[in-house]
């Protein structure tokens, strides 16, 4: 690799090498050890980290009221920026440096400093940035950089980690974890409060466009990890177009500003039948893949779990058919909140005004791998189903509720999990991937007969095109437990939910009273 012109770090380091090339950095990858080739020509590596390290993320204030999530003293932080500091004196870096965004009037200059051990991780970073012109890297100076170290350990944290989120000065630094979504999220947690001070809602979402006759319709599809939110995303109803994975910003004139220039995807159940644009991409020889099991012929395996079931592919935007850029959602019309469910959320409902900003907050779902052991098949609720809001969670309700109501966004609640009990339970039923897209598609055409729901007062569907009575009780999970004997079983989750929810919303300091109250 050649240098090019010295730039300053935030941090010392033996040896830089400055935006190394997609060709260098394949290069590099296949001289590790823990490296595979698939049978499509693209890099497999094993990794001993294999989700985000959340007990291990502080934000570093001595303000900590400021703060939703769990925060360190700045000595303390301090304190292991040296310590990284150190260690780098006597090891080479890997720099990659680009945008979050490409919109010219919201795009944010980040940088990543990788030790150069690791370079799978400055690869997947580096297709994920929107690529810098050679002007605009010459006079490069990043508004949020990573400082990533998989090799140093950080003792007396959980799981000798830390991920250390330095919020005022844009810095996150990452300490003993070789997992790629530390690097993606450290960057995009600063952009979060960036995008909130400049008036906007930032969102763990998806975006796609969906054509209708006459027109078109823009969907935002937020959801944890592993709920659905790529497959919605990226399902082609009537030949929908995606738009962004996993983050994009909702601004107060309705605009959707994205983040990445590829995705970051689960491949657990990967299947060509359900999800072939996901499928292609991933098998494709630019992927570069993490933890995705292999067999010894190169072949992949999706349903394999036995190293872990958050094997991940980074793919680029422009291998998924029928890609368009952000800046082709003039406003934003549909939300779907997704909450992999397990007993009486319906498949879809409807929720309007301060009901659908309490759903918001509320951020509902059956926690999976990709947050780690402490999450997975754990019921979660997470505003806004945004673990990286670095600010208040209250703001994030208030926020929303001004957005929505400004600039008339439909709301809607899928369910992608089950309805009746757990998978283990023989009288539950699965919401699939085809009743998810029926959904979606009836959605944007306006096609689903509504009915008031007696129990929460949303609307929920008396008939979906694409849906047939046997599955009705898909839609109304009453049907179900009715038809089973099992009313006071349904009329006890409802009472506890109700009950539930309103406890949760009214622990938010700050949060608008009347989202607060708007589930009782």
Known sequence: MTPVKQKTLPCPAKG???????????????????????????????????????????????????????????ARGLEMAKRQDDYLRDRDVLVIEGFIGDDPQFKVPARLVMEAAFPNVAAMQRALYFPATKEELAGFEPEVTVIYTPGLKAEGFPSDRLIAVFLDRGITRVFNSDYFGESKKGGLRMWNRIVY???????????????????????????????????????????????????VALMPDGRVHATENGCFAKTFGLDPKYEPTIHAAVCHPDAYLENVSQKPDGELDFFDTSYTPNGRAVFAMERVDGYLEASNIRKADVLLILNRNENIVPAVCRIQGVQAAAFFMLGETKGTSAGGAEEAGKFLRIPGTNPFFPLRHALQGNRFLELSQRIGLEVYVLNTGRVGGPEDDPRSKKVRIPHSSAIVKAIAEGTIEWEKDRDFGYDVAGRVPGIDGTDLDLLQPRRLYEAQGRLDEHRALVEKTKKDRTEYLRKWPGLDPAIAGALR
């Open 197 to 247: 001070e400049r008036g906007g809602l930032p969102m763990h979402s998806g975006a796609k466009i969906v054509p209708v006759d006459g027109g078109s319709r823009a969907f935002l599809i937020v959801g944890l990890s592993g709920t659905g939110k790529t497959t919605t995303t990226f399902t082609r109803q009537n030949g929908s177009s995606p738009v962004q994975d996993d983050f």
């Open 16 to 74: 830089i090498h400055w935006n190394p090339s997609r060709e260098e950095l394949r290069r590099l990858i296949e001289k590790m050890p823990n490296c595979r080739i698939s049978r499509y020509g693209s890099v497999n590596v094993q990794t001993r980290v294999v989700s985000r390290s959340k007990a291990s993320t502080y934000l570093v204030t001595d303000s900590p009221h400021d703060h939703s999530d769990q925060t360190l003293p700045v």
